[in-house]
């Protein structure tokens, strides 16, 4: 398939889904599939709340990005913070650091840092649109472009989920959308500073999230069910394919 086609593919699906299921609300991080879809969304004009969960332990160069996409696409980024109070508790009870020592508590330092915000900017939401990817990891690689997250009660639309990694590169030049620097410094992914790292060219694009964990663990939370597992394209109830 050539770029243009994967455009035109992703375009018709958030077109169709933006008026299908609104409203519609676009969880970015900032990093280079969300700026393709962040740009989609702007090129389409589609009505669409775009927002980002600022953790607190963001890189510089990501908030210095949401800065500048603000800027360049005159759109409204809305940004969620964490509880403070329960974060108070958390981090003075376990440290600043807890996510190094377990497992346990890094999901718990997910779950207040991402999920609890996430869950406050989806309330009342009927689209849920992400910039995940089949083959950025194991976990990822069986998504649909469009199911319904029975857990939060929406639809959930993955526009680019069969796009490949040179795919988004080429759309990124294409259209001179900005990105964050640091993946010019070795990070694909990008999540917070101490859990990501840059990966050696070899490694896979998602080696550096959680880097000291099993692969299979290494998801924030955020594209799991109410089991706490990953949404796979066969436990989730299609809703409707958008192509
Ligand atoms: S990625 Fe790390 S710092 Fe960020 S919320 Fe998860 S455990 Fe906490």
């Known amino acids: 398939m050539t770029l243009e086609q994967r455009i035109s593919e992703a375009a018709q699906r958030l077109r169709e889904a933006t008026v299908q299921y609104a409203p519609a609300a676009f969880s970015s991080s900032f990093g280079a599939e969300d700026m393709v879809v962040h740009d989609l969304i702007a090129r389409e004009s589609l009505a669409v709340e775009i927002f980002t969960l600022d953790t607190g332990r963001l890189h510089d160069e990501t908030l210095a990005l949401v800065h500048r996409a603000r800027l360049h696409y005159g759109i409204p980024v809305r940004v969620l913070y964490p509880d403070a109070a329960d974060l108070d508790a958390f981090v003075t009870r376990h440290g600043p650091n807890a996510f190094y020592d377990s497992v346990a508590l890094r999901k718990q330092c997910c779950g207040l840092r991402k999920l609890e915000p996430l869950s406050r900017a989806l309330a009342g939401k009927g689209l849920w649109i992400t910039g995940l990817r089949r083959s950025q990891s194991v976990t990822r690689e069986e998504l649909d472009v469009l199911s319904h997250d029975a ?19 080429a759309y990124l030049r294409r259209f001179d959308v900005p990105v964050n620097p640091l993946h010019a410094r070795g990070f694909p992914s990008i ?35 109410s089991e706490g597992r990953l949404v796979r394209a066969a436990e989730a109830t299609t809703v409707r394919e958008a192509t």
């Open 151 to 169: 857990a939060r009660g929406l639809a959930k639309l993955n526009p680019i989920v069969d796009w490949t990694a040179e795919d988004v590169q």
């Open 191 to 225: 999540g917070c500073a101490p859990c990501t790292r840059a990966v050696a060219p070899h490694e896979h694009e998602r080696a550096g999230r959680w880097w000291w964990e099993q692969p299979e663990s290494r998801e924030c939370g955020l594209h799991v069910n």
